[in-house]
């Protein structure tokens, strides 16, 4: 039996995972995200954190295929980090210090994209090589595959949809400067506004409260049938449409795969998105799948438990 | 030495170019595209043609590579086509036909995509592995190049970048059927839609002629100093700077390749394309060159030839 481990480095913990070289989890457990000292430790501790689970399940460092490392922040194909906004990271190269720490053979990947590769293997997304993660948190992330791999680009910003502009009208600004960006209406944060907004100037009944609602709210009384939450899903579906249209015609993708917080909404997401989205896509597009991802919080360790075993 | 042959498929001629596998080109010819009886004998014209060529040069079959092919429709990873609009193919298995009929490797591309790794070969992009070219000519076409190979996608239609929406407000359609799409404003038949409703409202004088306007006449007049046209150069270079920002943040390109007949206007067109691009690109995306294309009629015979040789 061959394995592989998967890492998933966040802000305040790091993920890891040991995986069959079929995809089966055998183990998974977390450490601490130590970023003081601009995050020196971090790498050591995983590395650390590997041998020890080696040990503890007598498995033979020689069994070992390599280590997949998913970073919050672009990396380019070379495996090198340019910055983080949360690690204390600068400039590091992070592929060639795994491999010197852990002796292993090892991929470095963007989390988001890491983790559309993760749902592409073994979630939403399994069957399919030309695939769109979207996903809908704090902010929107995204990871697009081609033909199975990973759209890295040029600085390791490939995939960065939740900055397509979606709105050239809005006047509000995102959190990255610009006017209009996707996330400013598809992210939890950005459902709130658009909820906060329709509130604000809203005659008729309605079970949400404008003072305290979030986008779980939001879906929730879509569900109990609340024409006001109907509404703002209705806005919130228009501008995710469009932009995946948009998507669409430039990386042809057989299926969308949406995840993140507001995809546990579940299936009554989807209509939102797919009715102005049919309604906008290029004629060659319109027979792309929506579902939902599948993987939850492992997306990361099986995405880049992935990438080492196709590096 | 080697060779290859790249052959350039329209709906009027087929270019054909010999080439050594350095990408010099020996030969280049041209023969008319045989549209009748659903475009049946295009491709046994093309290897007759490719025989006789092998012959006149007294070149062994053993020393060619192979052949690529570049088709005005989108073309699948597997080299099928499923319909074009103006050679009468139907689904046709393009791939395994040309290698039936001529004994060499085949490759098959759609036709802007291929001129596009074209430019990456030997044009504006040389040097790039991430490039995204854009075709300004009666309609918007383009490629793109993610780490060297052709983003083809699901359904073989990716970059079709013509039709991104950069105008939620149009309300004139698109050939397409869409509202809003690239095409509808950085064509050349963009251009001259954008010049007429200028020139519909203007008071200011202007050389151009509002009834018989073209892109060429309003970029020349753009070089005369004329204001009017430079205001229409300012909304022509907004919509496609916007989408270009849109397009970067998918595939985060290292270069912008601008070509086709608009980009014969030369250098004059760049600045009115960067500097909306950059009020609106993502920040990982500003480091971006845009660059005018440098094949002209050569790029589709290149890059089918450099598609065969990557095969």
């Not at 050591?44 to 689970?53: G, L, R, T, W």
Request: glycine share 14%.
């Amino acid at each position: 039996m061959r394995y592989c481990f998967g890492v998933d480095i966040g802000g305040t913990t790091v993920k890891i995972g040991l995986l069959e070289e079929s995809g089966a989890i055998v183990d998974k457990w977390e450490i601490v995200t130590d970023t003081s000292e601009e995050g020196k430790n971090i790498l050591p501790n995983i590395a650390a954190s590997i041998e020890k689970k080696l040990e503890e399940h007598q498995i033979d460092k020689a069994d070992i295929i390599g280590v997949g490392v998913g970073v919050p922040a672009p990396v380019t194909s070379e495996g090198v980090v340019n910055g983080t906004a949360n690690l204390g990271w600068k400039y590091k190269e992070v592929k060639r210090e795994m491999e010197e720490m852990t002796g292993l053979k090892a991929a470095i990947g963007n989390d988001a994209n890491v983790a559309a590769l993760g749902e592409m293997w073994k979630g939403g997304g399994a069957g399919e090589k030309n695939m769109i993660m979207v996903t809908l948190g704090t902010g929107v992330g995204g990871g697009v595959i081609i033909d199975g791999k990973i759209l890295v680009g040029q600085n390791g910003a490939g995939g960065e949809i939740g900055h397509l502009c979606v709105n050239y009208e809005e006047t509000d600004r995102c959190g990255c400067g610009n006017r209009g960006c996707l996330e400013q209406y598809a992210s939890a944060t950005g459902i709130v506004r658009l909820a906060r907004q329709k509130l604000g100037q809203e005659m008729r009944p309605t079970i949400l409260n404008k003072e305290d609602v979030t986008a779980k709210d939001v879906f929730d009384a879509v569900k109990a049938g609340d024409e006001v939450a109907k509404e703002i899903a209705v806005t919130f579906g228009r501008y995710l449409g469009y932009g995946l249209a948009n998507l669409a015609a430039v990386a042809d993708p057989a299926v969308f795969v949406i995840g993140g917080g507001v995809s546990k909404a579940g299936e009554v997401l989807i209509p939102y998105i797919r009715e102005p989205y049919m309604e906008r896509a290029f004629f060659a597009n319109k027979n792309v799948k929506f579902v939902l991802a599948e993987l939850g919080n492992d997306a990361g360790i099986c995405g880049s438990a992935k990438l080492v075993l196709d590096a």
